[in-house]
């Protein structure tokens, strides 16, 4: 019933086979397919409420009111909530991001996530997964995966509207997903990015001599990935995933001008990971538009992998996350 | 006449278009075109003697015996040479490496150039700069390049015995040329190369997906560079030359494993030439096989672009080179 308040949490999720390039801007429809891992320890709680008396969306993000960009954006993305629910009735939303830090990492994924569910209760309407996940996936490319939990596979869709543009978890052993571990190691001093995620995916698609072969790469890498998981090979899967985001940043780089995300620091943390590596430590790394670097890691290895990436020099914040539940009624 | 020595000095270029990828590798073949700047403040100085009473070749590098890996390159090489003088005749070779620092900086370039000239007068030949430089690339692919001064253009070639695969010099206007500088910055720990570039080329060609992509663009960027040049336009030039090096760099970061050459401080130096161009100071970046930064410019900026690289934490030495003459004899 409208007018009722409706809370919802939603996790992050990471790539592990890259999402980076549009084929339709307007409809926010990928170049590729992409999977990924949500991850429990970044999550975002987001309360809809529709309100006769509102005579326009109002906004806060982590309780302060969120910025005039933020509410456009929004506001636009509720208007197809209101489609659906035949209602012209405008929203109080409130979401705050539980992250362990505020360094920057990406909560647009749990961020549209979260608020798919919570303004589509708010409304009244009770969508399945596919539907919200396309929901999602029109606020943010990579919300459309979080609405589910632990690894999920992101289709590219082939029709023209998108709407078979969707994610679906993907079937796997409970206890392999349970052993996953990711390790967040944060690249301090906290500049501001230099590109935003939608601008520099649109500039490399246009200046980067490497960026048709960077999506043409991700039909194999997304095989090698669900045969990997199909597997419960974590080195298959660790060398696809370290494999997809130097790839991803390699098409970046090659943008004209570059669109280079890394700094000094990232590049300590990569070398750390192949030390890792060649002291037998499954360890595997993948980096997203930000300087931050995410090791892949098991169970048994996370506290080795943390310390590691906590003694790298720039390392400013280290966090263990595990695989975390779809989206949920908060 | 054979027996005589006979000395000859070549100088080092840097590749403004990268070569990064063969398509026949006995023969020593590039895969595509490249296009370099010789420059004046890397030289080797060798000197070659063919000796009926030497049973193999001796080879002494900056006044120490050349290791076994050396003499043997250099006999194959030899070889060639002997088969067009129609000689067997052993030879005693000494090569001294002019270079700023022993920081790694490649010397083959300007080592197998000033062998080709010491070694076919010393064998009693009088080859032109076309024989030269084929010769000189059978030792290494850049030194080709090295037999002409200024700014030169190395040809893929088509014939399947690549006799048409060597370098030409590029008519440029003279004071064109003698206002370009580049700013060599080395990065230092002078941490081992972690892969040769032959190999790594190889592992490239063969692993990265990015990698025909970066070949196919190589082409547009020649003709780019060319045109810059015929115009006099360093800005051009400069946008080329920083996007061919990423767009090598890419296809390199894109193998699998990842054939990365970069250090923290190699970003770090990134970093300040966007800043100096922020401030409007004409400096562009490119980088080899290895973790240094060279900055192309112009005189007059000279000195202010290798005061910002001497300033970048983790640079150990900066040297502003000229264009230098080709291969001659010393």
Redesign the interface.
């Known amino acids: 019933m409208i007018g009722r308040p409706f809370t919802a949490r939603a996790c992050a999720n990471i790539a592990l086979v890259k999402y980076w390039g549009k084929r339709d801007g307007v409809r926010n429809l990928p170049a590729a397919g992409s999977l990924s891992l949500t991850l429990d320890a970044l999550t975002t709680v987001t309360t809809v409420r529709f309100d006769p008396a509102l005579a326009a969306d109002a906004m806060t993000l982590d309780g302060a009111a969120a910025s005039a960009k933020v509410l456009a954006r929004t506001t636009t993305w509720l208007d197809r909530v209101r489609e659906l629910a035949g209602v012209t009735t405008r929203a109080a939303i409130d979401s705050v991001n539980h992250f362990p830090t505020a360094s920057g990492l990406a909560s647009s994924a749990s961020g549209f996530a979260a608020l798919a569910l919570a303004a589509t209760r708010a409304a009244g309407l009770d969508l399945d997964g596919a539907a919200l996940s396309r929901l999602a996936r029109l606020g943010s490319g990579s919300a459309a995966r979080s609405i589910y939990g632990g690894l999920v596979r992101m289709h590219a869709g082939a029709r023209v509207d998108g709407d078979d543009a969707i994610a679906t978890p993907i079937a796997a052993a409970p206890a392999f997903v349970a052993d996953l571990r990711m390790i967040i190691a944060e690249v301090g001093g906290g500049a501001p990015k230099t590109h935003g995620s939608r601008d520099a995916m649109d500039h490399c698609a246009a200046t980067s001599?490497?960026y048709?072969?960077?999506v043409?790469?991700l039909d194999?890498d997304l095989r090698a990935a669900e045969a990997a998981i199909a597997a419960g090979d974590l080195e298959a899967l660790g060398?696809v995933t370290?494999?997809s985001a130097?790839?991803m940043?390699?098409?970046a780089?090659?943008s004209?001008?570059?669109v280079?995300y890394?700094?000094?620091?990232?590049?300590?943390a990569?070398a750390a990971v192949r030390e890792l590596r060649g002291r037998g430590v499954g360890a595997w790394a993948t980096m997203d538009a930000g300087p931050h670097v995410k090791v892949l890691t098991r169970a048994g290895d996370g506290a080795a992998v943390a310390a590691a990436m906590a003694a790298v020099p720039?390392v400013t914040a280290v966090t263990t996350a595990t695989a975390g539940p779809g989206v949920e009624p908060a």
Not at 262 to 268: D, V
């Open positions: 001599p490497l048709a072969a960077w043409a790469c194999g060398a370290e494999g130097l790839a940043h390699a098409a780089i090659a004209r001008p570059t280079l890394w700094q000094p620091a990232t590049l300590a990569l720039g």
